[in-house]
């Protein structure tokens, strides 16, 4: 099992900047790709960012791309989503994932872990 606790969420204004963290437990975290998604109300949970085991495989949703920037730290059992030039868009609950696999994962049925989320909120 893998126990997943996302914080760092929050409300900032548009074109701010918010840093989501994910602290993971359980089985060995450098084995677990990890990923990003959101949901925003009334819509699907959708794929935002992944990244591979040592950190240089990484993946990002077209609407993310330039902006945001996924990264690991494996001592720390942790991964973490750097969130720039934010948009009213990029409002919804931001949920940590987690799967034991060789390559990232941008399909969220490919995840065996989730955490509770943290709502981000980006006013215009």
């Known amino acids: 099992q893998v126990q997943l606790a996302e914080s760092g969420g929050g409300l900032v204004q548009a074109g701010g900047s918010l840093r989501l963290s994910c602290a993971a437990s359980g089985r060995t975290f450098s084995r677990l790709v990890m990923g990003w998604f959101r949901q925003a109300p009334g819509k699907e949970r959708e794929f935002v960012a992944a990244?591979?085991?040592?950190?240089?495989?990484?993946y990002y949703a077209d609407s993310v791309k330039g902006r945001f920037t996924i990264s690991r730290d494996n001592a720390q059992n942790a991964v973490y989503l750097q969130m720039n030039t934010l948009k009213p868009e990029d409002t919804a609950v931001y949920y940590c994932a987690a799967v034991q696999a060789l390559v990232p994962a941008t399909l969220k049925n490919t995840y065996d872990y989730w955490g509770q989320g943290t709502q981000v909120t980006v006013s215009s």
């Open positions: 990244i591979g085991w040592s950190g240089r495989g990484t």
